[in-house]
């Protein structure tokens, strides 16, 4: 398979044949329309990548919000569904820390790891709060069977 850049620099848009692009790979989504099939992108320039991994970032991120707010905000949640939330702040980080962090800056890195740490921090309050729930229950029982 061959590799190609494209020269917009020069008017005639020269096609540069390349072996190994340094760069973020990508499958696009195929669309029924598309007029050129294309198997995986390679983007080499630094700030575009940035944009479009703190798209992917901010879709995943709000995804997961969303699932953390429903679990926090319910009376009615368990442990499970708080640890399967967790799981997913830990698989978004997992993401983050080896795949994308060679990609973006420094600075983005930490904002995105805060969020996760923020949300990681109320589930794991909200852990606790189920946990001391069950306690006090479990004390109410005992003292109501001992009579």
């Known amino acids: ?29 195929l669309n029924k329309d598309g007029y050129v099939k294309v198997s995986e992108v390679t983007i080499v320039d630094r700030v575009m990548i940035d944009k479009i991994l703190t798209m992917k970032f901010n879709k995943s991120f709000k995804k997961l919000a969303a699932l953390a707010m429903k679990v926090i905000n319910d009376d009615d949640s368990s442990d499970d569904e708080v640890r399967i939330v967790l799981d997913e702040v830990e698989l978004i980080r997992e993401i983050l820390l080896n795949k994308y962090q060679k990609f973006i800056n420094h600075d983005k890195e930490q904002l995105f790891l ?23 229950l479990e004390m109410e029982e005992q003292k109501s069977k001992g009579r």
Request: proline content about 2%; charged content about 35%; glycine content about 2%.
């Open 114 to 136: 805060k969020k996760l740490r923020l949300i990681e921090n109320e589930l794991r309050m909200k852990q606790v709060r189920i946990k001391q729930k069950a306690i006090l």
């Open 1 to 29: 398979m061959s590799n190609y850049n494209i020269n917009k620099k020069h008017l005639d848009e020269t096609v540069i044949s390349m072996h190994e692009i340094e760069g973020y790979k990508f499958k696009p989504k």
